[in-house]
C-alpha cells in the first residue's frame, strides 16, 4: 500500500514537473524577427509587369522553339540510368509550364527531429498560430509538406496537387497513390511565399527500412532534389551519425553541391567548447560523403521563435543566420535567370537527343540492304553504337561537349519501346511556316534564351518579335538537307 503511494506521489511530482517546464517554455521571451523582413527586402514591391513579360517570353520560347522537337523525338521517353550524368534533373523529364511558372524551391533534409520544421515556422512567423507544423522531440513529420502561397489559409489534399495540370507536381503522381497519401500541401497568403516555396519532408530513421514506408522514398526524394533551388541538411548536436538512408541521401544529392547548405540547428544548446567538438565530429561524419574540392558551407545557429541560450555565442549565431538568409535571398533574386538557364540547359539536352536518334536512324538506312534483317541490324547498331562511330560523330560535327553526352545504355531502352522507324531524319523536319525544328532550337539556345537573360540584366522589357515563327516570309533554311 505504501509502494503503491509513494509510486502515485513520484508520478505527482513528474506531471508537476513536466507542466512547469511547458510554462517556461511559453513564458520564454521570443526572438526578434525584423532582420528576417530586412534581409528578404521583403517590404519592397516587386517589379510585376517585368517579370511577367519575361516569363510570357519564356514560355513562348519554350512552346515554339524547343516543345516540337520534344515532342517529335519523344524525349519525355528517355530515361536516365546514372544520377550523376545530368545532375541538376533527370534525363528525359520534360519542361512543363508549372515549372516554368513556379517560384524556387526551398527544400528541407535531414534526420528526424533536428528542427527542419521548426525552422519552416520561424522563417514564417508561424510560431503558436493555428497553421505552424506540428514539432516535437518523437519523430514527427511522416509527409511531405508543401508549403507555398494562396489567397487563403487552407490545405491541399496530395492527389488535388498531382491532378491539378497548373503546378508544377503533377509529375509526382507516378509515385503511386500510396505516396500521394503522404503529401499535402497548404496555402497561405504570406511576403515570403510570393517569392519562394518550401518543402519539408519526412524525417531520416536509420532503424527502419525504407520499404516500410509503402512508398519509393528515394525516389520521391530525388524528385525534389532535381528541382530544389536551394536545399537546406539539417543536423543537431545529438544526431550526426550516418547510416545507410543518410548515405543514400548524399547519393543523390552528388552533383548539386552548388545548392547544398549545411545547417547544424539548436547550437544553443552547448558551450562554445563542446560546439567546437560538435561542428569538427560533423565534417568528420560528411567528409566520406562529399567529394568535392570546397566543401558545402555550414550555418551554425538555432533556427527557433525562442531566443538564444544564456552564455551562449549570440552575436556569432546572428551572424550566421543572416548569412543564411542572404543566401536564400540570392536565389530568390535570381529566380527568373535560373529559369532561363534552366530552359536552357534543358533545351541543349533535348538538341543533343535529337541528334542521337537522327544518327542512329541515318546509320539503321545506310546499313540496310535489301536482304537484311532489320532486327539484327539494328540490334547491331543499339547495342555497340561505338562501332559505328554515332556518339564520335555528333561530337564532331555538332561541337558539344562529350561531359553532356547521355548515357549509351538508356538508348538501348528508348528504342525498345519506341521502332526506330517511327522516327523521321532531321532533315525532313522541316515546313515553310514552322521552319525547321532544328533551326529553330538552335536559334534559341544561341540567340533567343541568351538575348533574354541579357535583357533582364540591363534592364530592359524584353519584347516579343512577330517575326519569330517564319523569319518574316523568308523561306526557311534547311542545311541538314543533301542537295
Not at 509502494?3 to 526578434?32: F, H, K, M
Not at 545548392?259 to 566520406?288: C, E
Not at 532550337?441 to 538575348?451: F, G, Q, R, S
Request: aromatic residues 10%; contains cysteine; charged residues 25%.
Amino acid at each position: 500500500m505504501k509502494g503503491t503511494l509513494a509510486i502515485c506521489c513520484l508520478l505527482s511530482l513528474l506531471l508537476l514537473q513536466a507542466a512547469a517546464e511547458e510554462d517556461a517554455v511559453t513564458t520564454e521571451p521570443l526572438r526578434d524577427r525584423s532582420h528576417i523582413d530586412e534581409t528578404l527586402r521583403l517590404a519592397t514591391e516587386e517589379k510585376a509587369n517585368d517579370y511577367t513579360a519575361a516569363l510570357q517570353k519564356l514560355r513562348q520560347i519554350y512552346h515554339t522553339s524547343i516543345k516540337p522537337m520534344e515532342q517529335a523525338y519523344k524525349y519525355n521517353e528517355l530515361r536516365q540510368h546514372e544520377i550523376s550524368a545530368y545532375p541538376g534533373r533527370t534525363l528525359g523529364d520534360q519542361a512543363t509550364d508549372g515549372e516554368i511558372t513556379s517560384k524556387p524551391m526551398v527544400l528541407f533534409l535531414g534526420p528526424w527531429s533536428v528542427g527542419k520544421s521548426s525552422m519552416i515556422n520561424y522563417l514564417l512567423g508561424l510560431h503558436e498560430s493555428q497553421y505552424q507544423l506540428y514539432t516535437g522531440a518523437e519523430p514527427t513529420t511522416s509527409e511531405f509538406t508543401v508549403i507555398m502561397h494562396g489567397e487563403k489559409i487552407r490545405s491541399v489534399e496530395g492527389i488535388v496537387m498531382a491532378a491539378d495540370s497548373s503546378r508544377s507536381f503533377s509529375p509526382l503522381e507516378k509515385f503511386g497513390q500510396n505516396f500521394l497519401e503522404k503529401l499535402i500541401g497548404i496555402e497561405m497568403p504570406h511576403k515570403m511565399l510570393e517569392r519562394v516555396t518550401f518543402v519539408d519532408t519526412p524525417g531520416i530513421i536509420e532503424n527502419r527500412k525504407q520499404q516500410e514506408r509503402g512508398y519509393p522514398f528515394n525516389d520521391v526524394c530525388q524528385w525534389f532534389i532535381d528541382r530544389a533551388d536551394l536545399i537546406f541538411v539539417v543536423f543537431d548536436p545529438t544526431k550526426l551519425d550516418v547510416g545507410m538512408e543518410l548515405e543514400m541521401l548524399f547519393r543523390q544529392l552528388k552533383g548539386r553541391e552548388s545548392q547544398i547548405r549545411i545547417i547544424l540547428n539548436k547550437a544553443d544548446h552547448l558551450v562554445t567548447q563542446d560546439l567546437m567538438r560538435v561542428y569538427g565530429a560533423l565534417f568528420w561524419s560528411l567528409a566520406p560523403l562529399i567529394n568535392v574540392t570546397e566543401p558545402p558551407r555550414v550555418y551554425v545557429s538555432s533556427f527557433w521563435p525562442y531566443d538564444y541560450a544564456p552564455d551562449t555565442s549570440r552575436e556569432l549565431f546572428k551572424k550566421e543566420e543572416i548569412s543564411l538568409l542572404e543566401d536564400l535571398n540570392q536565389v530568390i533574386e535570381n529566380r527568373l535567370e535560373n529559369k532561363i538557364a534552366f530552359i536552357r540547359q534543358h533545351a541543349i539536352r533535348v538538341r543533343i537527343h535529337s541528334l542521337l536518334v537522327d544518327r542512329y536512324v541515318q546509320t539503321f538506312k545506310d546499313k540496310m540492304s535489301f536482304f537484311s534483317d532489320p532486327e539484327l541490324v539494328f540490334k547491331e547498331i543499339v547495342d555497340d553504337p561505338d562501332k559505328f562511330f554515332i556518339f564520335k560523330s555528333i561530337l564532331a560535327k555538332t561541337n558539344v561537349s562529350k561531359f553532356d553526352l547521355p548515357n549509351r545504355d538508356a538508348y538501348r531502352d528508348f528504342f525498345g519501346i519506341n521502332p526506330i522507324a517511327s522516327f523521321k531524319p532531321l532533315s525532313t523536319q522541316c515546313s515553310y511556316i514552322g521552319g525547321c525544328l532544328l533551326e529553330k532550337i538552335e536559334k534559341a539556345i544561341t540567340h533567343e534564351l541568351p538575348a533574354l537573360l541579357s535583357s533582364l540584366n540591363s534592364g530592359k522589357q524584353p519584347g516579343l518579335s512577330s517575326c519569330e515563327v517564319t523569319g518574316c516570309g523568308e523561306k526557311p533554311k534547311n542545311r541538314y538537307r543533301k542537295n
